[in-house]
């Protein structure tokens, strides 16, 4: 089946680690993004890629960093300077040009700092 | 910078009524999409129905179905015979194509928080 896995589904974290989010679609889309959706709030940009080897920042990406060395996959790291990165974090993906510009979810990684 | 406004944090509504959910927003552009999300308890985002701006015609999908006013800038969504797996969090989102190509990014409102009571 064609579709957007992340993993794990859920995450726990030490402070003053770095953990990695996995975020991999088989839809041969060419863009990808990673939001941050905190309780309470709409979801909000960190990061997204047009295509392979190439990405830009989002509202927050204070904190984050990301890849783009294939185009199924778009890992998203969250590293010991993001100051609190207890969140939901969903990932998507989209085909431009196609006139749909549609973005779909993934099912979303729960990261929590202990 | 565009923004959301879901003006609604919490509705609920008895199976298989008609229920209407609000949504502004705020842009100077002519030429965007706007959409509206579910998430449910699941939290995964699913896509529930699609406008483009260029288009008068209002957007319909199966029980779904919007008023898109671009002159007042609203967006609201209607969910006719409403059932119980429609109990979710629904979200009004933005987008602004970029003319060379290539998606922007979507900017979301707060949220709705929907509840169906049998």
């Known amino acids: 089946d064609g579709g957007i896995t992340q993993s794990p589904k859920y995450l726990f974290r030490k402070e003053g680690q770095n953990v990695t989010l996995s975020c991999e679609q088989n839809l041969n889309h060419d863009a990808m993004y990673w939001y941050r959706q905190d309780p309470g709030q709409g979801l909000r940009l960190i990061y997204y890629s047009q295509i392979v080897n190439d990405f830009q920042k989002g509202d927050i990406a204070e904190g984050y960093s990301v890849s783009r060395e294939k185009k199924e996959s778009f890992p998203l790291t969250v590293t010991s300077a993001q100051k609190n990165p207890t969140a939901f974090y969903l990932c998507?993906?989209?085909?431009?040009?196609?006139?749909?510009?549609?973005?779909?979810f993934g099912p979303g990684t729960r990261l929590t700092v202990l | 910078a565009q923004t959301v406004t879901q003006s609604q944090p919490e509705m609920s509504v008895q199976e298989a009524e008609t229920v209407t959910l609000s949504c502004t927003y705020d842009?100077?552009?002519?030429?965007?999409?706007l959409f509206w999300y579910k998430q449910p308890p699941s939290r995964q985002m699913i896509l529930v129905i699609r406008?483009?701006?260029?288009?008068?015609q209002n957007a319909t999908e199966n029980r779904f179905s919007v008023n898109f006013q671009k002159a007042a800038k609203s967006f609201s969504l209607k969910i006719s015979d409403s059932q119980l797996g429609d109990t979710a969090m629904y979200f009004c989102a933005f987008m602004k194509p970029i003319t060379q190509g290539g998606s922007e990014k979507l900017v979301f409102g707060k949220g709705t928080k929907l509840t169906v009571n049998p």
């Open positions: 998507a993906s989209s085909t431009p040009g196609e006139g749909t510009d549609t973005q779909y």
């Open positions: 842009t100077s552009e002519n030429n965007y999409y």
């Open positions: 406008q483009e701006a260029y288009k008068q």
